[in-house]
């Protein structure tokens, strides 16, 4: 069982660019796919960027591909998401997410990730 815990947000100009950082307990984080997911306002949450446990496979929304990165470190039991070229439409409270399948990263379903964050707002002012 891991326990996610955000930080990183906050507000950013159109062109601009923050990283935002999860923090999870748990003695065997190695083990989770690891997710952020984004939901603004009336929208549903979506699933924004996905890593593997070993850290070797990724996926990308075709929204952010080619601007934002997914990175972990297993030794600190954190993920990373490096956001560049920030537009308005990025505006959203971001949360990251824990899955314990095989192949977690990339689902897309709200449902096949057991354990989230409590989120963190990033608003891209234009």
């Known amino acids: 069982q891991v326990q996610p815990v955000e930080s990183g947000g906050g507000l950013v100009q159109a062109g601009g660019s923050l990283r935002l950082s999860c923090a999870a307990s748990?003695?065997?984080?190695?083990?989770?796919?690891m997710g952020w997911f984004r939901q603004a306002p009336g929208k549903e949450r979506a699933l924004v960027a996905g890593i593997s446990g070993s850290g070797g496979s990724t996926y990308y929304a075709d929204s952010v591909k080619g601007r934002f990165t997914i990175s972990r470190d297993n030794a600190k039991n954190t993920v990373y998401l490096q956001m560049n070229s920030l537009k308005p439409e990025d505006t959203a409270v971001y949360y990251c997410a824990a899955s314990p399948r095989a192949g977690g990263y990339r689902l897309v379903v709200v449902q096949a990730w057991n354990y989230w964050g409590q989120g963190t707002q990033v608003t891209v002012s234009s």
């Open positions: 748990g003695r065997t984080f190695s083990g989770y796919d």
